[in-house]
């Protein structure tokens, strides 16, 4: 078997017993070479079922498969090892890496994955792209195989710090960004490319110098894997947290969710005078019930107006016949760019207790394109669109839908 030579920092998956690995780095810092090496080493301990996933993942067999093989060829091991579409068997040992989305076309595969028996080790690959705890958490306590060696590893390229893993492995255990030792039974590993001179081009290297002359900010977070306060390419910037206003009327945006996404209703109130919009979040739960739903509705917005998704006509109507004052928003080609196009054009005022919308607001991007926004960190951001969009470019009765 050929030696990889993997870098000194890596050492330590192979030599702590921690439970928890949290591996950062930035662009061309070698973590997935590096963990993906160790995986396939893994495999030659017997009783070893090793889950490998991704928020998603559409076809193993053709993205990070290929990736694995590379690193088996490349050890000269090819023949000591099967592999189908969906996973990677040591022919010696018997031990395995399974490949799986954890959300698919399909719709969420936690519960599927949590009950796949034997599983020893459970890596997250791009985990930053795993907004929801819970879902790791259910997979996390399901890792318990017997008589080896149980991990749970992250990997992942630093995103802001309102990231779950930045909250949970870093702020509140007092953990410095590029930290690099084991902790509470957690196991930090920080590289960057300067730790991977050796396998980087040298028009690479040139292209991340300049770079770091150019932009920056964009360097110490995309290269050198710092966490950031607010995402780059954020979408709302004229934004501040402050007390909602009171003095002016408002109305309700309520986006519909249920087992992954969250049901996530907001109050709304515009001076279009001074073009002000104050924000308020009421709630934002998962796996409500559409009782529950109206239950919390019409516990926070009373009889007054909510314009909401459009997307559940069923369940608008079922609301409706509760007594819910209740619209659906009208979505049309272009209307969620026009929606944002409307709240970046005024002042927003996030009241201070809005936990969840604050952290959408500083997570909430665009794409590379930079004019289609990425569809997560939105579910606030959307019932917030609905109800603006409907106070700007409709008129409101007071008398139909204001309840004083």
Known sequence: MKNLNLNNKYQTLFNSKDRYFVITGGRGSGKSFAVNTFLVLLTYESGHRILFTRFTMTSAG???????????????IGEQFTITKTEIINNLTGSSIYFSGIRTSSGDQTAKLKSIQGV??????????????????????????????????????????????????????????????SKNNITYIHTTYLDNLKHLSQS?????????????????????????KRAEGVIFTHWNIGKFNTEIDSIYGLDFGFSVDPSALVEVAIDKVRKII????????????TSQIYD???????????????????????????????????????????????????QMIVDSNSINLIREFNNYSWKLSGSIPHDSHNHLCDSSRYAIQYLLTRSVPHGSYFVK
């Open 62 to 76: 053709m993205s990070i498969i290929p990736e694995f093989i590379e690193k088996i060829e490349l050890m000269g």
């Open 120 to 181: 020893s080790t459970f890596v997250l690959d791009e985990a930053e792209e795993l907004t929801d705890e819970e879902s790791f958490d259910k997979i996390d306590f399901s890792i318990r195989a017997k008589n080896v060696t149980n991990r749970c590893i992250l990997i992942l390229n630093p995103t802001t710090k309102e990231n779950w893993i930045y909250q949970r492995f870093f702020q509140n255990r007092g953990i410095p960004d590029g930290y690099n030792g």
């Open 204 to 228: 690479f290297v040139k292209q991340i110098e300049d770079m770091k002359i150019r932009r920056p900010e964009k360097y110490q977070h995309q290269i050198m894997g710092g966490w950031l």
């Open 278 to 289: 104050w924000l308020k979040e009421h709630f934002y739960k998962t796996g409500l019930t």
């Open 296 to 346: 919390l509705s019409i516990r926070y917005a009373g009889k007054n107006l909510i314009v909401c998704d459009n997307s559940e006509p069923r369940l608008i109507s079922e609301l409706k016949s509760k007594g819910l004052n209740v619209v659906p928003t009208i979505k049309r080609k272009g209307s969620i760019l026009t929606g944002i196009s409307l709240m970046q054009d005024h």
